[in-house]
């Protein structure tokens, strides 16, 4: 469904697609505590993909009815989906999936050699990191389809300017989310809360790899302007090497 979400996106219409997503998270959320509150336990991971697969296909057929029946009724010559739009998606799932591979896959190898109170603690402060880099990778999104259109008009410096100006304001909002969040660990350090995380030092080391990992998040979008993804063959090669 994403393609779809983009289209909109890129027409201009960013609130809209931001208030499809926002939907989606909040119920979601929802409906992963629903399931793990009914027993679903390891089910519920599933749960919140699949509800966003659902909103997005309600939000499609119910308020962008035409979107589809115009691509649908394109001519070849005019929107070819295999050539303009599948070409690059399958290489932004591999990269996805690689990603996901890569900041990820510590939490189950810990659970499975160390015991479950470790990996609850690095998914936990795994969660809270990628969160505070989501919050700030926003500095990226917003300005998408600007980048886009200055691809398709050329304009190289416009495109360059946007990106680093916003990559900029990504870096600062991170490192100011992440020494609100060093800070609070020392103020809670007697608290009970800080015991689901992990240790002040390694809550450090894996703030710089998230910082590291939203860079090159934001590289990669700024590549996708040009519908190119160089990066999947880098990304493959970090998930076999974290698999390994």
């Not at 201009?12 to 499809?20: M, R, T």
């Not at 389809?145 to 304009?155: C, E, F, I, Y």
């Amino acid at each position: 469904m994403l393609p779809f979400q983009a289209i909109v996106e890129g027409s201009g219409e960013i609130k809209e697609v931001y208030l499809v997503r926002i939907v989606q998270g909040v119920c979601g959320s929802i409906f992963c505590w629903v399931t793990i509150v009914s027993g679903g336990y390891l089910w519920a991971a599933g749960v919140i993909p699949f509800i966003g697969f659902c909103i997005s296909v309600i939000w499609l057929f119910l308020w962008r009815p035409s979107l589809l029946s115009s691509i649908l009724a394109l001519k070849e010559n005019q929107f070819n989906w295999r050539s303009q739009v599948w070409s690059l998606q399958w290489r932004v799932g591999v990269s996805w999936i690689s990603m996901f591979l890569m900041s990820q896959l510590a939490t189950p190898i810990l659970f499975y050699f160390r015991d479950a109170v470790v990996a609850g603690q690095i998914g936990l402060t795994l969660t809270i990191a990628h969160m505070i880099g989501i919050f700030s990778q926003s500095w990226i999104a917003r300005d998408i389809p600007l980048m886009s259109m200055a691809v398709a008009r050329k304009d190289w410096v416009a495109l360059n300017t946007i990106f680093i100006n916003n990559l900029r304001s990504m870096i600062i909002v991170f490192l100011g989310c992440s020494a609100i969040l060093l800070l609070a660990y020392f103020l809670l350090a007697d608290s009970i809360y800080i015991q689901r995380i992990l240790p002040f030092w390694q809550v450090f080391g894996l703030l710089l790899f998230v910082l590291i990992f939203q860079i090159c998040a934001a590289l990669s979008v700024y590549l996708r302007s040009f519908r190119r993804e160089p990066l999947m063959c880098p990304y493959i090669i970090g998930a076999i090497a974290a698999l390994s």
